[in-house]
């Protein structure tokens, strides 16, 4: 066999990858320090404190944060099941619909949302709603983050399908079970840590989006981010930064929950021990 | 024989897959309480076949019938016929008791029916004390045994079995051979066996369908197919064979012969239509039984050089280079005797044992 290459004795590699982690990281960092900083400065340190925490649930403006938290939890749900259902029947098209007429097409349809820059799709559901009549508000978001999770709910209930064997649902027809069943008590069974790998993905995007959400909430309803964004214009205080690190946590926490569950009791492609 | 004598009766069947002919008009009948094993070289279309009768692909062309009723349109829940899965694809997410149980549900069997032919079918494939396990904690046989015993559980008409043994090692595999046959016997279900293992099919079968390039090539018992192959293909695939090219002769007595190139003549069996007085054909014979003699004592008049020797264990295989004609492989027992054996180089005359010589016309 061939000797693995050792990439850590390569000129450079630990300067370049101190810099990478710096950039990414100390940013983020630097905000949750300073979110239990006991002082109104950003940048001069007064000692720990929950302050802001406190401030946040508590404070003149908790109402605004309360309200669009609600938002951003509720939308993140709905449109979470929603694109989940949605990317389930689609992967099942399209990995065990044998090839049809238009599939590559239609995987190129499926993850456009990926590949378009967020901005373009941003204008253009803007122009689409204003055209169709659609009010702006809850419902207008809902539906929009509902069409950009798709393609993230797809894809690790996809990766999951392609390596259940055909083998099974076959079993489960010879089985004398209908195609609905053998989807509902075999294929199901089996899928189910990548649908709920995908959606956990789609919660996660549909939490922190802003720049959709920014151009179609219309007036008089906020979400997470876009409450953040509007506190920052008016300069930026201590609490957006423990807002910050608190819907961090959070995302952390869902994104390795969700890699966790895709790996867990991946099946083999045979029935094999 | 009446409907019920014959469990599948596959008529003119034909499958496409695109310009790609898999089985080239198939027809066959497969009697009731039979173990009958479909044997043929990978893309022979034998997977295909059982496909089709379990309804997992859509006939192109022709019938299936299952006791008399066209089944060929049937999705395959709705057929009475169950399969073992080459890799078993039993439900990982689901207890051995679960595994073998999920048929009678589907089928809407009562709970105290489905608890006793659980209980009794496992027992059968000795895994009873293994119900509460899940199959990834099962060894493969123990597998290869949940597999059967969730196809059998539902009591179907006819159980296809797609080379369940091949992932199996040799003395597992031995062992099971025994077993599925007595199986076979005890709950006199039709069995229907996919392999490409022609001693497989040889040890277990009631009737063996020979299939080549999407065509039966011949169908017989195991004895017919060994000692009668219709033709080359058959003779080559189920064994090892030597084949000689000769010329016919009609003896006095009306006996079939066959003359060697260098005048020789021995006597033949000749296999379907009698072939014409003087007419090239070849001979078939099995190594097994040819016989290595001095030169002088050879009744074919076979000769040639020993130029390879095999030792097999139980038996001794020997290459002979004959003086006239192809290189020929010759089967002895290992006796343990060394004053009969021949060494490299020698000299010797070939002895066909009586029947042992088949006469095929091209």
Redesign the interface.
């Known amino acids: 066999m061939r000797q693995r290459i050792n990439i850590k004795r390569y000129p450079g590699f630990l300067p370049v990858t101190i810099l990478c982690l710096v950039v990414l990281y100390a940013p983020l960092l630097v905000v949750m320090v300073y979110s239990f900083n006991d002082s109104l400065s950003i940048t001069r340190w007064g000692g720990f404190s929950f302050r802001w925490y406190m401030e946040i649930f508590t404070g003149p403006e908790s109402a605004k944060f309360k309200d669009a938290a609600w938002n951003s939890l509720t939308i993140a749900l709905s449109a979470a099941v929603a694109s989940t259902i949605i990317a389930t029947a689609a992967a099942v098209a399209m990995v065990r619909g044998g090839a049809f007429k238009g599939k590559a097409l239609n995987l190129a349809l499926i993850s456009m949302p990926i590949m378009v820059p967020e901005i373009v799709t941003a204008v253009a559901t803007l122009v689409f709603f204003s055209a169709i009549g659609f009010t702006l508000g809850y419902l207008s978001i809902l539906v929009a983050h509902i069409v950009f999770c798709i393609p993230f709910a797809y894809l690790p209930i996809a990766a999951r399908l392609q390596g259940i064997d055909g083998s099974y649902e076959e079993a489960a027809q010879d089985l004398y079970a209908s195609r609905f069943q053998a989807f509902l008590r075999v294929l199901m069974p089996l899928m189910a840590p990548g649908i709920l790998a995908g959606f956990l993905l789609a919660f996660i995007i549909s939490l922190d989006d802003f720049i959709i959400t920014n151009f179609i909430k219309g007036a008089g309803i906020e979400t997470l981010p876009t409450a953040i964004f509007g506190a920052v214009k008016q300069g930026i205080k201590p609490d957006i930064m423990a807002l910050s690190t608190i819907m961090l946590s959070v995302s952390i926490l869902i994104v390795t929950l969700s890699y966790f569950i895709s790996r867990y009791g991946r099946p083999g492609t045979k029935a094999e021990a | 024989m009446s409907e019920q004598d014959i469990a599948i009766d596959v008529r003119n069947a034909v499958k496409r897959f695109g310009a790609v002919t898999a089985l080239a008009g198939v027809s066959l009948t497969i009697r009731d309480n039979e173990f009958f094993t479909l044997l043929g070289p990978s893309g022979c279309g034998k997977t295909t076949l059982l496909r089709l009768i ?3 692909e859509e006939i192109t062309e022709g019938e299936i019938l299952l006791y008399g009723e066209d089944i060929g349109t049937l ?3 709705r057929r009475p ?3 073992v ?1 080459q ?7 689901m207890t051995v008791a679960e595994n073998v149980a ?2 009678m549900r ?2 809407g069997w009562s709970k105290a029916d489905i608890e006793d032919q659980t209980g009794r079918i496992l027992d059968l494939v000795k895994l009873g004390d293994l119900a509460a396990r899940r ?6 046989g123990q ?1 290869q045994r949940v597999a059967l015993a ?2 059998m559980a ?1 009591r179907p008409k006819v159980l296809l079995l797609d080379e369940p043994l091949s ?1 199996l090692d040799l003395k597992l595999r031995q062992a099971m051979r025994i077993e599925l046959k007595q199986i076979q016997e005890e709950t006199g279900i039709t069995f229907v066996f996919v392999t490409h293992d022609q001693e497989e099919a040889l040890t277990m079968s009631d009737r063996i369908a020979v299939m080549s390039a999407g065509e039966i090539r011949q169908v017989g018992t195991p004895h017919e197919i060994y000692e009668a192959p219709n033709d080359r293909f058959v003779a080559d695939f189920i064994g090892e064979t030597n084949v000689l090219d000769v010329t016919v002769q009609r003896g006095p007595d009306g006996a079939w012969h066959s003359r060697l190139p260098n005048g020789a003549v021995f006597p033949c069996e000749a296999a379907g239509t009698p072939p014409q007085d003087g007419a090239a054909a070849h001979v078939l014979i099995r190594p097994e039984r040819l016989s290595l003699v001095p030169e002088a004592e050879s009744n074919s008049g076979l000769t040639g050089v020993v130029d390879q020797i095999v030792y097999l264990g139980t038996d001794i295989q020997y290459g002979v280079r004959l003086d006239e004609g192809p290189d020929v492989l010759v089967r002895a027992q290992n006796v343990g005797s060394d004053t009969t054996s021949f060494r490299n180089g020698d000299r010797v005359g070939l002895a066909i044992a009586p029947g042992g010589a088949r006469l095929l016309v091209d």
Request: charged share 5%; no cysteine.
């Open positions: 379990a309804g997992f999705p395959p829940n016929i169950n399969t899965f890799h078993y694809a039993l439900f990982p997410h999920f048929g589907r089928l199959p990834a904690q099962l060894s493969g597998q969730r196809a539902p992932a």
